[in-house]
């Protein structure tokens, strides 16, 4: 996902917004309850359906299916594009990034003109009611509103996707989520997308009856019917596949199942999570993952944030941590320990681009040895480490970032064109692209098919 500047805990204030269509005046769109506002691409005919709010649905076929995200921010407007041909804010044009806007200003996605009307007046923004989640008793002020929101959703029977990096606390909010709910007492259930291979995984979420497939020995139930009266969370969603998206979404609607291999549906009745640290906006700009699916678990959507924006519960975290590890058993840890402060420092100063994860293998590692663990050993790109890129230096940010991902993006597509004899519907399967992005990037960064016969550098 494009990276933003984290809020501060201390800002206080929001910004409210509404969209309008400049062809048709008469009508607003405004954001969600959480604030938040999504243009989207659709068919003729879903264009007929009844505005909804926090959902703007163009037919317009210069749009993407998920272009462009408005949220309130304390102060500003954030804008993040997510489509194909980018979103023109005045005269700078804004694509696959995230910019904040702090006034009023017209907008272009496609051949679509809009009008962004932002409030000049900042309103104090609805303070964090408290939660009763598990697990997150010691969370800081900057993770108080992602766990208010949780909370909340805890107590509806509405499915619920989490997003965030890896690490960053995911599926311990969903088990508090399925713990605060009326489904408490029933089983949650854990099915990962990204660890079971793309032939089996409807049998994992829907069952399947005896010789449905080879070595289907016997009849077998799903998650969802395993979870019955319970919670089912679906891991790692991004690496579901399309076919199984469709069905999926059918299960969230119908509330019924139907094995592989068998005509009969079955009920069921779970709640359903969903958690992911891939960006679903351009999976869904790349028709990698299906738009109407996520609309409909966007409705209960949470943020974790990563733990360089949380550095304010720190030091409560490294004692939960510490505390867990002596519960696991997993390190003989006096009950009377603490850490120095040379060590808190040590934790304060790094990036923790493994987030909560990270952070407990360092104190494992430190409580079991003595000794600071060597820093997380990053593959940089080639500005860190090539002289052949040392002109960028002499750039501004914006020109020398956008170079750097044009000669990647250059040397990558060329790589796999020669590899696949410049088939490119071949070379986008291999990397997991789609063919029309891929010749895109084609397009864009100067790369043509001739050059999957010159010789390799």
């Known amino acids: 996902m494009a990276k933003t500047r984290p809020l501060e805990p201390t800002e206080s204030h929001v910004r409210h917004f509404s969209l309008r269509v400049l062809s048709s005046s008469k009508q607003e769109h405004v954001p969600d309850e959480e604030l938040r506002l999504r243009v989207i ?3 003729t005919e879903e264009a007929r359906r ?5 959902w703007l649905r163009l037919v317009d076929p210069a749009v993407s299916r998920l272009h462009l995200e408005l949220q309130s921010r304390p102060g500003h407007v954030q804008l993040r594009d997510s489509s194909s041909n980018g979103t023109w804010v005045g005269p700078i044009c804004v694509r696959q990034q995230a910019i904040e806007i702090p006034s009023s200003v017209n907008l272009r996605v496609g051949e679509t003109e809009l009008r962004l009307e932002v409030e000049e007046r900042d309103r104090p923004a609805s303070p964090s009611r408290p939660h ?4 997150f008793e010691r969370a800081g002020p ?3 509103p992602t766990l208010s929101r949780a909370d909340r959703l805890a107590q509806t029977d509405l499915p619920i996707l989490i997003t965030g990096e890896t690490g960053t606390g995911k599926t311990a909010l969903a088990r508090a989520i399925h713990e605060r709910s009326k489904r408490a007492a029933g089983p949650f259930k854990v099915v990962d997308c990204a660890s079971i291979s793309t032939t089996l995984i409807e049998s994992e979420l829907f069952g399947h009856r005896r010789g449905a497939f080879t070595h289907a020995f016997e009849a077998r139930e799903g998650i969802f019917e395993a979870a019955s009266g319970g919670t089912v969370l679906i891991d790692e969603l991004g690496d579901l596949p399309l076919e199984a998206q469709g069905k999926l979404l059918r299960v969230l609607e119908e509330k019924r199942v139907r094995r592989v291999g068998e005509n009969d549906e079955r009920p069921v009745r779970v709640r359903v999570i969903a958690a992911t640290h891939r960006d679903l906006a351009s999976m869904v700009t790349d028709e990698r993952f299906r738009l109407d699916l996520f609309e409909r678990l966007a409705v209960g959507m949470i943020e974790m944030p990563p733990l360089r924006a949380r550095r304010d519960e720190l030091d409560a975290l490294c004692k939960q941590l510490v505390e867990q590890i002596r519960r696991d058993g997993e390190v003989d840890v ?3 320990f603490t850490l120095s402060p040379s060590i808190e420092a040590a934790i304060r100063a790094r990036e923790w681009v493994g987030n909560i994860r990270e952070l407990l293998n ?3 590692y430190y409580l079991a040895t003595g000794e600071l663990p060597p820093e997380r050993a990053l593959r940089s790109s080639s500005i860190a480490g090539h002289d052949g890129d040392a002109d960028l230096f002499e750039k501004d940010y914006a020109t020398a970032h956008e170079e750097l991902l044009r000669r ?6 060329t790589h796999h064109l020669r590899v696949h004899g410049g088939k490119i519907q071949q070379a986008s399967e291999a990397i997991d692209l789609h063919r029309v992005t891929f010749a895109r990037r084609m397009r864009e960064c100067g790369v043509s098919k001739r050059w999957a016969s010159e010789p390799s550098d």
């Open 41 to 43: 691409r659709v068919p």
């Open 50 to 54: 009844s505005p909804t709010k926090g």
């Open 132 to 135: 009763s989640l598990r697990g």
């Open 142 to 144: 900057t993770i108080a």
């Open 334 to 336: 006096p009950e009377t």
């Open 362 to 364: 360092f104190l494992r």
């Open 408 to 413: 990647f993006d250059r040397g990558y597509l």
